[in-house]
C-alpha cells in the first residue's frame, strides 16, 4: 500500500490545466504544418496559419490560446494499491479552482442547464476513475471547449446500418456543423457499448496520440476512409472551404447488446488540449 | 480593405461576401446571456442602456486580462447562438455582426431586410486576435463577468465578409469548390 497525499493530485491537475491551456505541443503544430502544405484553397491556408501563429503566441507569453479555456474533464487511472488521505474528487476539482484563479482562464462553467449562473471557479471538473492495478496514479486533463462539444452526439444505430450507416452519419455530422467546432478537428468516435459507453469511448478516442496506429484491422481502415471523406467535403479550416477539415479519425470500440450499434461522434476542435502525468 | 467604424450604410454597399476585411474602431461585444438581456430590456424599454445603433457587435468571452494588458485571449464564439436574438436588435439598429460559423436561413433573410452584415473572425485564434485589441472597458452588465458588453478599441481586426446584403454567401461560394462528396 502506497500512501499519497490529496494535495499531489491537486497540485497535478493545476498543472496540467496550466500548461494544456497554454501549450498545444510541438506534434499538433507539426500536424497543421503538414495540413498547410497541401490545403488547397488560399482562405483555407490563411486560416491554418493564423492557427499556428496564434498557437506559438500562446505559448512563448504563456496565456490560453482560446478564450474558450472549456469545462475540465479528467480521467484517472487509479492503482488498487494506493491510498489517499482525502477525497479524490475534492483534490482534483481545488487543483482546477487554482489553475483558472491563477493563469487568468476563463471561467466557463453554468451554474444550472436552466437557470444558467456561474460557479465562478470552473468547477466542478467531470470526472472519470478507473482502477487498474499498481500503486500509481495517472491523470488526463483535457479543457474541452464548448463550440465543438456542441456538435458532438450520440446516435443509436442498429446492426444493419453497419459500416455505411457509421460513414453516412459521421459525414452528415461534421458537414452540418461546418466551421462552428472549428475545425480542422481531431475527430473521436466511441463504437458500441451502450448509450453512455459509447459517448465515453468517444471522448478516449480524442485524446489518443494523432500518430498512433489502431491495433484492430476493421477499425483502422474505418479510420482512415473517413478521414480521407471527411477532407473531401469541402468544409475546410474554420469552415471557410478547403481540404483540410480533420487531421485525424480516432474509433474506440466496445461490445454491445445483439440488437444495438451505439455510435457516439465526439468533436475536437483545433485547440486540441490534453496533457498527462503519471504520479 | 481596411474599413474604419462606424460602417456606414455606403460602406456596408461595398462589402462583398468573401472579402477580408480590417477593422480600426470602436466595436463591443456580446454573448448569450448579454443577448438575453437587451432583448429583454427592448421588449419592455424600446431602448438600450448604452446605444449600439449602426454599431457592430462582437460575439466573443474573453479570458481575464493580464496586467498591463487591455484583454485576455478573445476569439469569436459561435454565431448560431445568437440567431434567436438577432430580430429585434436588427430592428433596433445594430448593422453588423463579427462571430464564428454558419447562421440560419431565417437570420440571414433578417439581416438583409435590414440592411445589416455578418463577419467571421478566425475561431480558437485568441490570443492573436487580442494583439489586435487597444483598449477595453465595460459598458453594460458589469455582473455578467466574461460575458458582460465591453466597449473595445480595435487596430486591424481581421475578418472576412460572409453574408453581404446582396444574398451572398461566403461559406456556400467556397465549400462549393472542395467539395467532391456530397450528403443527404
Not at chain 1, 11 to 40: C, M, Q, W
Not at chain 1, 96 to 102: D, K, L, P, S
Not at chain 2, 156 to 166: G, H, K, L, R, S
Amino acid at each position: 500500500m502506497r500512501n499519497v497525499d490529496v494535495r499531489l493530485i491537486t497540485e497535478t491537475v493545476k498543472e496540467l490545466a496550466l500548461d494544456a491551456n497554454s501549450n498545444i505541443g510541438k506534434s499538433f503544430i507539426d500536424k497543421l504544418r503538414e495540413a498547410l502544405k497541401k490545403e488547397k484553397s488560399e482562405i483555407g491556408k490563411n486560416v491554418i496559419e493564423q492557427i499556428i501563429e496564434n498557437d506559438e503566441i500562446a505559448l512563448e507569453n504563456n496565456e490560453p490560446m482560446c478564450q474558450d479555456t472549456g469545462l475540465v474533464v479528467v480521467f484517472v487511472e487509479l492503482g488498487y494499491d494506493v491510498h489517499l488521505n482525502g477525497d479524490l474528487y475534492d483534490a482534483i476539482n481545488q487543483g482546477v479552482r487554482e489553475a483558472y484563479e491563477a493563469g487568468l482562464l476563463r471561467k466557463s462553467v453554468a451554474k444550472h442547464p436552466i437557470s444558467r449562473g456561474n460557479t465562478g471557479d470552473n468547477t466542478p471538473a467531470i470526472i472519470h476513475v478507473k482502477l487498474v492495478p499498481g500503486d500509481q496514479i495517472r491523470i488526463l486533463l483535457a479543457p474541452k471547449g464548448g463550440g465543438s462539444e456542441n456538435m458532438s452526439l450520440v446516435k443509436m444505430l442498429v446492426p444493419s446500418d453497419g459500416i455505411e450507416g457509421i460513414k453516412k452519419l459521421v459525414l452528415h455530422t461534421i458537414f452540418y456543423a461546418g466551421g462552428k467546432p472549428c475545425p480542422p478537428l481531431v475527430v473521436g468516435i466511441g463504437l458500441g457499448g451502450n448509450l453512455e459507453k459509447s459517448a465515453l469511448l468517444a471522448k478516449e478516442a480524442i485524446m489518443r496520440d494523432l500518430d498512433d496506429i489502431n491495433p484492430d484491422p476493421i477499425l483502422r481502415k474505418l479510420e482512415e476512409d473517413l478521414l480521407s471523406d471527411i477532407n473531401e467535403l469541402g468544409v475546410g479550416p474554420m469552415g471557410f472551404g478547403g481540404s483540410t477539415t480533420a487531421l485525424a479519425v480516432k474509433i474506440n470500440s466496445y461490445p454491445c447488446h445483439i440488437a444495438s450499434l451505439p455510435v457516439a461522434i465526439n468533436l475536437q476542435c483545433h485547440a486540441s488540449r490534453h496533457k498527462e502525468k503519471t504520479i | 480593405m481596411k474599413i474604419k467604424t462606424p460602417i456606414t450604410d455606403d460602406v456596408i454597399k461595398t462589402l462583398r461576401a468573401g472579402n477580408i476585411v480590417y477593422i480600426t474602431g470602436t466595436i463591443f461585444t456580446g454573448r448569450d446571456q448579454a443577448h438575453k438581456r437587451m432583448v429583454e430590456t427592448l421588449e419592455k424599454e424600446g431602448e438600450l442602456p448604452h446605444s449600439l445603433r449602426g454599431e457592430i457587435i462582437y460575439y466573443v468571452g474573453p479570458t481575464p486580462a493580464k496586467e498591463n494588458r487591455p484583454i485576455g485571449s478573445c476569439g469569436p464564439t459561435s454565431s448560431y447562438r445568437m440567431d434567436a436574438y438577432a430580430k429585434p436588435l436588427l430592428a433596433y439598429g445594430l448593422k453588423v455582426m463579427i462571430g464564428k460559423g454558419d447562421r440560419s436561413d431565417a437570420f440571414i433573410k433578417e439581416m438583409i431586410k435590414y440592411q445589416g452584415v455578418y463577419l467571421q473572425a478566425v475561431g480558437g485564434a485568441g490570443a492573436l486576435l487580442s494583439r489586435k485589441v487597444k483598449k477595453s472597458e465595460v459598458v453594460l452588465y458589469e455582473d455578467l463577468g466574461a460575458e458582460a458588453i465591453y466597449k473595445l478599441e480595435v487596430e486591424d481586426f481581421p475578418a472576412i465578409v460572409t453574408y453581404d446584403i446582396y444574398g451572398g454567401n461566403m461559406i456556400v461560394d467556397e465549400v462549393k469548390k472542395y467539395q467532391t462528396i456530397k450528403v443527404d
